[in-house]
Nanobody
C-alpha cells in the first residue's frame, strides 16, 4: 500500500511562513489526487487543499485561499503546501492524504475526508501571536 510521510511543520510567529512536504512511496501509480487536511485540538479534521496529479484540479478551503498554495512534483511523488501569512488559528496537526481511486474529481469528492484512502502521520504547525 502507499505510505505517506509529512515534514516541514514547526513553530512560527503570526505572519510567518512554512512549507509542508508529503512524500509518497509504494504503488504511487495509483495516485491521482492528494490533499491536505488539518485538525486543531478539540475540533474535527477539516479540509485545507487538494490537487489532482495532473495539476488540472485545485481546491482550497475558504479560510486559506490567497495564503496557502498546494503544488506537486510528480517525479518525486511529493505534494507541497506553502503556507504564508500564517495566523494563530492555523495551528493544527496537518495531514496529507491520497484520494481513493475511481472517484470523480469534483469539489464535493475532493474535499470530503471520507473519500481519502491513505493518510500520513501528521506534522504539527504552531502559530503564535
Amino acid at each position: 500500500q502507499v505510505q505517506l510521510v509529512e515534514s516541514g511543520g514547526g513553530s512560527v510567529q503570526a505572519g510567518g511562513s512554512l512549507r509542508l512536504s508529503c512524500a509518497a512511496s509504494g504503488p504511487t501509480y495509483t495516485i491521482y489526487a492528494m490533499g491536505w487536511f488539518r485538525q486543531a485540538p478539540g475540533l474535527e479534521r477539516q479540509f485545507v487543499a487538494v490537487i489532482s496529479w495532473n495539476g488540472a484540479d485545485l481546491y482550497y478551503a475558504d479560510s486559506v485561499k490567497g495564503r496557502f498554495t498546494i503544488s506537486r512534483e510528480n517525479k518525486k511523488n511529493t505534494v507541497y503546501l506553502q503556507m504564508n501569512s500564517l495566523k494563530p488559528e492555523d495551528t493544527a496537526v496537518y495531514y496529507c492524504a491520497i484520494l481513493s481511486p475511481g472517484l470523480p474529481l469534483t469539489t464535493a469528492t475532493m474535499t470530503g475526508q471520507h473519500n481519502y484512502q491513505y493518510w500520513g502521520q501528521g506534522t504539527q504547525v504552531t502559530v503564535s501571536s
